[in-house]
């Protein structure tokens, strides 16, 4: 009888704690910046670019055009338009997606279509050599030394209709406010550096010769962002992006049937984005590290 008294005692002991143990043995609290988080995201955006020089060369010509200025092409707002998936890619938009490799830490890989289009009837400063005949259109011909002329999109026209920028951003987060019971409500800032690689869908008009879209790898930037992010219930949100910095292209193809036909230029670029994502917290449980061990 003492002996089953005794076992009782110990069970009655024993088992509440084995019980709280386990119950301690739950998931870690969702935290956006935690180590272990993927996101992704999609979004429009807007782009500013700085003025430069437009070098090209080709076929009796070799020319730079300094001054030069353009500007992007977005669409209007117009949700049939831009829910359209047949559609929404023809205009200006960014997908990213990333891993939080350390805590407040994370690495990622996004997809930007710009659009770099020439500004119509602007004056630039024409530079360089033009054989005889090349440009029976403007009736440019010889050589230049920073002359200027006005570029008019029915004789002359450049643009990257796709500038697509395919970046790797290295980017830290912090969480600043919540709101509800249970952080239902975050607001968070990211900052970090990217850098990426340019594929240009290119159409130049010169000398009564029209090319459309013809795509190449044309160089790379570098940049700097800075986000503001608003959580939903731990798996969605909201964020708005500004990124500048410099793109170089140095390789852009202007003509199909001439491998020696491109332009090149640098110039500072500034942009805008707005994008819904989601959030996953890929995580392992709790290790229930103060329980004793049972054997």
């Known amino acids: 009888m003492i002996r089953w008294l005794m076992l009782g005692v110990v069970f009655t002991i024993v088992m509440p704690d084995r019980a709280f143990c386990q119950s301690r043995k739950k998931r870690k609290p969702k935290v956006s910046f935690a180590k272990g988080t993927f996101y992704g995201s999609y979004g429009y955006n807007r782009a500013w670019y700085g003025k430069s020089t437009l070098d090209l060369t080709g076929s ?106 395919v970046q790797i951003d290295f980017s830290r987060t912090d969480n600043w406010l919540a709101a509800g019971r249970d952080q239902q409500i975050v607001f968070s800032t990211i900052e970090g550096l990217g850098i990426g690689g ?52 140095t390789s852009v193809r202007t003509r199909s049937t001439e491998p020696n036909a491109f332009a090149n230029q640098r110039f500072g670029f500034l942009q805008f984005d707005t994008n819904v994502g989601f959030l996953l917290y890929i995580r392992p449980t709790n290790n229930c590290n103060t329980c004793p061990t049972w054997k």
Do not use: C
């Open 198 to 249: 340019l594929i240009s869908d290119n159409s130049f008009l010169f000398g009564g010769i029209q090319q459309t879209k013809l795509r190449s790898f044309s160089g790379v930037s570098i940049s700097g962002h800075l986000g503001f992010r608003l959580e939903f219930f731990k798996h969605v949100f909201i964020q708005s992006n500004v990124r500048g910095g410099l793109m170089s292209q």
């Open 60 to 165: 009796g010509y070799q020319i730079e055009l300094k001054g030069f200025r353009a500007q992007d092409d977005p669409f209007g707002f117009d949700p049939a338009q831009q829910m359209n998936p047949l559609q929404a890619t023809e205009g200006q938009y960014s997908v990213r997606a990333g891993y939080y490799l350390l805590n407040h830490y994370s690495l990622s890989i996004g997809y930007d279509k710009l659009k770099y289009v020439m500004t119509d009837n602007q004056e630039a400063f024409l530079g360089g050599q033009i054989n005889p005949g090349i440009d029976p259109v403007n009736q440019w011909s010889g050589n230049y030394t920073n002359e200027t002329v006005v570029l008019n999109s029915n004789s002359f026209f450049y643009s990257n209709s796709g500038l697509n920028n």
